[in-house]
Each structure stands twice: as C-alpha cells, then as structure tokens.
C-alpha cells in the first residue's frame, strides 16, 4: 500500500466535520428523543418542558394488552401484527440473500451473452422507486388472487414477500457480484476438480468466504420488509405494526402515547440491528471503497 492511497485529514478538518454531522443529526434526534419519551409519559410530549408530563409505564402496558384507546373497550392482537411484521422481513431477508447470492455467483463466473445488459437493467431497476410500480405489481395480484379467503389471507404474505424482495434484489445481486469477483478462481477450481458440484462449491466453499456480504444483505432484506408499509398495506390482508401505527394515527379513539409505544417497538429492531452490525457494515463499505 503506497502513503498516497492513505487519506489523513488533519485535526481541524475532523473537528469540523464532527460538528457538521452533529449539527444535521440533532433534528432527527430530537425527533426520535420526542418519541421515546411520549411512549413512557402520560401526554405527548411536544417540546423538553416536562414540568406538565408525568412518566408512567402504563402506555407500554396497554400496548401489550392490546388497548388502542384508554376508553371504549377497543383491543387489538399486537402481538400478531408483530408475528405478521416478522413473517414479511424473514421471508424478505431470505428471499433476497438466497437470489442475491445465486444470481451474484453466477453472473461474476459465468460470462454469457447480454450479462452487462442484464447488470444495467437492474441497476435501472434498483433506481425506480418501488411505488411507482405499485400499479402493476397491483394488477398481477388480481390475476393470481384466490377466491378462497383463506387462501387469499396466506396468498398475501407470499405475494407481499416476493414482490418486496425484488427490489432488494438487484442490488444484492450487485454486493455479491462484487464479493465473487474478489475471490480468486483458484479456490473454485481447486473444488471442481475434486468432484464437488457447482452448488456445493457455492454453498460450502465460496459462501463462507463472503460472509460478511451475505449477513449484510440478510439484515438489508429484512429491514426492508420490517419497514415496508405500501406493499404490505395494498397486499396483505392482515395488518402489520407499520399498519397498527397508520390506521390509528387519525382514529378518533387513538391515544397517542400508547402510539407513540407502538412506534418506539416498531422501531427497536432497527435500532439493535445496525447497532449490532456496525462493524460488519464498515467492512462491507471498506471492501466496496477498495473494489
């Protein structure tokens, strides 16, 4: 490695950088600390004069007794929304990472005809904001749709499933095929020619070695289909947390602190995911700077 390729940025610069990435972080700080506290107090909090709010933890338990108002009687399963939140991101997270990591593997060894064609598409793909195709992802469901209502019930996870997971796809497809590209063809051939087939060289050679780009993807897809809310609210007929949170926000009943419960759990997975893999996600990044 030369001195060159080594960026020093002096101290000042680094002083001023802190202080501009802190300065446009505060009003989404501020944003997620006005949540946080609303869901333990007794009224939304609007501003950080707490003169008039009381913190309890009764929001959080009607929460998880399913009470969306404290008056009226109304109750709602929030433990199955979260059951259906987790079913969608699992089933994003998995379908994304094992057509990502075949899709990747085959296009960095195999060279065949239209393969730059085909990496373009998806990167046009990946650019398109998913709900400008919301219209005809719409229009396929109606043409496979079941007319049995239980059928159609488990028929919408399945549908909300793949369709999400196709816009993650291309760019997973994309990291592996970075990923594939860095390991050396020597390794593969080594397998081959000891008797081992194309997928278990895939599956016990090569996935390992790239196994941060794999558990990066998985958690990617399953954020995606943990946050996802217009796929999930056109398609399926169950609802999920992101549901709960939008159906209420305007309901006459609602009592916003438990609401704003609701939203600090909706928000928890995300939270402990990208702390959790903040080291992987700085290898990712550093490998990709490096391609």
Do not use: C
Request: cysteine-free; hydrophobic content about 55%.
């Amino acid at each position: 490695m030369n001195l060159s390729d080594v960026e020093v940025r002096s101290k000042t610069k680094q002083v001023i950088y802190s202080i501009v990435l802190i300065a446009f972080s505060i009003p989404v700080l501020m944003a997620f600390s006005v949540l946080v506290l609303s869901s333990f107090a007794s009224q939304m909090v609007t501003n950080f004069d707490f003169s008039k709010v009381r913190f309890t933890l009764r929001n959080w338990q009607l929460l998880f007794q399913g009470r969306i108002a404290i008056t009226g009687g109304l109750r709602e399963n929030i433990f199955l929304y979260m059951f259906s939140t987790a079913i969608v991101a699992l089933g994003v997270a998995l379908v994304t990472t094992l057509v990502g990591t075949l899709s990747g593997y085959a296009i960095s060894r195999i060279k065949f005809k239209g393969r730059k064609f085909l990496l373009l598409m998806m990167l046009m793909l990946h650019a398109l904001p998913g709900s400008i195709l919301i219209v005809g992802v719409y229009f396929l469901y109606r043409i496979w749709m079941p007319t049995n209502l239980n059928a159609l019930r488990y028929f919408s996870f399945f549908y909300v499933v793949f369709a999400r997971a196709a816009l993650e796809v291309p760019l997973s497809v994309w990291l592996m095929k970075g990923f594939f590209d860095l390991l050396p063809w020597e390794i593969e051939w080594s397998a081959l020619i000891d008797g081992a087939s194309r997928l278990k060289t895939w599956a016990k050679i090569m996935l390992p070695l790239i196994k941060p780009g794999v558990v990066a993807i998985l958690i990617f897809g399953f954020l995606a289909g943990w946050q996802d809310i217009i796929y999930v609210r056109t398609f399926l007929i169950d609802k999920t947390l992101a549901t709960f949170i939008e159906s209420n926000l305007e309901a006459e009943m609602a009592y916003m602190p438990l609401l704003a419960a609701a939203a600090t759990l909706y928000l928890l997975p995300t939270v402990f995911f990208y702390i959790s893999s903040q080291k992987l996600l700085f290898k990712v990044y550093a490998g990709g700077i490096r391609r």
